[in-house]
């Protein structure tokens, strides 16, 4: 059972929008920075979003991130079928001692 | 250009023990914390430790604490896991991370370990 929390699958249709979702608490999300990973089908994750909203060079402007209070959210404009992936939040727990925590993912489907 | 590279994975009976290195290049190496983050198959990713640029701090998740020690030698640019009394739960693939300001911004292909007897 993860830390974090996110549903486990959304979908949508090409060039549609969609969110994820990623709930914590004030130990994590509410005092910290949330990044979101990318995982294409046997890959390794990918870096997405950092610092709640911030793409590092290369990813594309369809991706987004925002903060608010102990929650996350993803958003993802104009589907495409290439962003059929896992996608992951992550954050800094201070809750026991200093960990980085994830969510359990989230399986993108672009119908 | 940026690189990490995993390796030493592999099958291990329960209770033994397996060293994971990770190959970095294309930056600074001694600049960077380093981590390891794990994937059980079919499942979620989890963090499972973290070293400082220069050794001098580590850090582990609860599960693997007094069997798993991260080290690293700036001077081969390389990260290392030891797993000692490994569990059929350890079984997942390892990948070996670069940190900056506590996100994950390089990740490496990843080490499968299987502990299985």
């Known amino acids: 059972q993860s830390v974090l929390t996110q549903p486990p699958s959304v979908s949508a249709a090409p060039g549609q929008k969609v969110t994820i979702s990623c709930s914590g608490s004030s130990s994590n999300i509410g005092n910290n920075y949330v990044s979101w990973y990318q995982q294409l089908p046997g890959t390794a994750p990918k870096l997405l979003i950092y610092?709640?909203?911030k793409r590092p060079s290369g990813i594309p402007d369809r991706f987004s991130g925002s903060k608010s209070g102990t929650s996350a959210t993803l958003g993802i404009t104009g589907l495409q079928t290439g962003d059929e992936a896992d996608y992951y939040c992550?954050?800094?727990?201070?809750?026991?001692?200093?960990?980085?925590?994830f969510g359990g993912g989230t399986k993108l489907t672009v119908l | 250009e940026v690189q990490v590279v995993d390796s030493g994975g592999g099958l291990v009976q329960p209770g033994g023990s397996l060293r994971l290195s990770c190959a970095a290049s294309?930056?600074?190496?001694?600049?960077?914390?380093m981590s390891w983050v794990r994937q059980a198959p079919g499942k979620g990713l989890e963090w499972v430790a973290n070293i400082k640029h220069d050794g001098s701090e580590k850090y582990y998740v609860g599960s693997v604490k007094g069997r798993f020690s991260i080290s690293r030698d700036n001077a081969k640019n390389s990260l290392y896991l030891q797993m000692n009394s490994l569990r059929a739960e350890d079984t997942a693939v390892y990948y070996c991370?670069?940190?900056?300001?506590?996100?994950?911004?390089?990740w490496g292909q990843g080490s499968l370990v299987i502990v299985s007897s």
């Open positions: 294309g930056f600074i190496f001694s600049n960077y914390w």
């Open positions: 992550g954050t800094w727990d201070s809750s026991l001692s200093v960990e980085m925590v």
């Open positions: 610092d709640n909203n």
């Open positions: 991370a670069r940190s900056l300001a506590r996100r994950f911004d390089y």
